[in-house]
């Protein structure tokens, strides 16, 4: 697996090093890599860490935005207020850049795979295709429409490609991810530098129909026969099984290359400083005596001095947790902190004083590793999407209270993968089952708790993208937005992410085709086509 890493972080650098010029040329030049001289392998690796190790691209905004983690710093006030701060605005339009950086060099392994030997690397060319979906369902589900029929051509002359609409994308989309399906192939050889199943065949099937079910309940409120459709089509195929099956990117705490990006940003001075859980979340979690409380949270110990030592462990004892509310500051004013109600005072003195020395933070050893996992997709997500689809009557097995337990139980297990002191014995997710069913009398209710579910279960392992798109389709958990002064989104959480900044002088004809079917324009405001 080490391998995989380090070839991956290989051909990074070889693209870091390159000028912009350099770079177009990579993505537009097929002399740049043959059949003769590049394994396409590597490039799949490449493609798979790009896309899983996003850092600030998920926190700056949709962490806090989603009331998962809160923050008084002033560069997450773009998420945790609604604010455009000095030049972070340009974060929000870097996964439409790197999203159509990790679906070229998909596209390249492919044409490369494809010369090369076309048979005997089937599966890989059927991976990708799989990747290429998941890469850009991210992109359009964060922007609205975006090329995708005349995306990565450039080499064909589409240096413009038009924006097509995101109805039209989700239909070729899943046309495209069942094609992909369907073409893996257990008796062809499998892909040598998988990060995240090992070239194993059976996963990614399974991992194919769990981003096909995803799919389809992305459109319930837009299409629900299609929607009913292909979430029944992803079930009979055969979705993730276990925990065994989460979809995780590993990373490297040896080669800063290859580190956890999150992690890494979290490590920052002011961001370990300032950074919290929600007073939305620990509360969530407190109101139902969650056991993961205890093995996610931590107070720092009392002082600054020790609330930056980051080998000095918290205290974790779940009645001394507490959530930082979100939409404040530390600058003295009616929004500092410390004149909000119930804040619980600072701990140490003097210049030793800690004023969120008391707001319980992420396990540092458990989530701050610096060679930990990035995940994509889980078992729980998945069980909760299909306990969604059997409250809605759909075919999907077996009824929506036994998928939603498999939830449950997969979301405390998948704990144990980012560090095993996160370990939570099964006995306590059985007691915690017990005390909390679903409530399958009230369809609403049910709805209700299947995803406020699966916002703890996004949350609590650090995937805040997936955390924020599953609230826009759901509408659960109801949080109640900040109204923080100079706000730009008339004190509601934002529905969408604006396009990258170069779109309007680089393709402007159908930037502003796009931008034009946007209630909006584009703005944190408008909403995506299935986003009702």
Known sequence: MKKYLYLAFAFLLYLSSCSRIDLDKINTDPSRATAENFDPNNLLSTAQFN??????????????MMQVLASTYYYYNNGD???????????????????????????????????KDAEGYTNLIAIGDIMYVLILQRVTDMYGDVPYSEANRAHEGLKYPVYDAQKDIYKAMLTDLQAAILQLDFQKPKPTADLIYRGD?????RFGYALMLRLAMRLTKVEPAMAKEWAEKAYAGGTIADVTDNALVPTDASNFNSQNGTSI?????????????????????????????AAISEVP???????LDEELPGKREPQIQIGLPNGYDLMGSTTDIRNSPGYPGPTGSGTDLAPLGKYSRPVTSVYLKLGGPNFIMTYAETEFLLAEAGIRGWQVGTDA????????????????????????????????????PLPVQSNEKALEMINNQYWVTTGSTFNFIENWFNWRR????????????GNVTRGSIPRRMIYLSTEVLNNTENYHKAVSGLSDGDALTSRVWWDK
């Open 51 to 64: 896309y899983a190790n996003i850092g600030y691209y998920q926190l700056l905004y949709q962490s806090t």
């Open 81 to 115: 207020k609604y604010l455009n701060v000095a030049n972070f605005t340009d974060y929000q339009g870097k996964l439409f850049d790197q999203g159509y950086t990790q679906s070229s060099t998909i596209r390249e392994m492919q044409r490369i795979a494809r010369l």
């Open 201 to 205: 065949i059976g996963k990614w099937k």
């Open 265 to 293: 940003a979290l490590r920052t001075l002011s961001d370990y400083r300032e950074v919290r859980w929600s007073k939305t979340f620990i509360d969530y979690l407190k109101s139902s005596q969650d056991p993961r409380l």
């Open 301 to 307: 110990q009392d002082g600054m001095i020790n609330n």
């Open 401 to 436: 209270a036994t998928h939603y337990a498999r939830g449950i139980r997969g979301a405390f297990e998948s704990l144990a993968q980012l560090d095993i002191q996160a370990t939570i014995e099964p006995s306590k997710a059985n007691a915690w089952l017990a005390a909390n």
């Open 474 to 485: 759901s509408g659960y958990p109801v949080l109640k937005p900040v109204n923080y002064p």
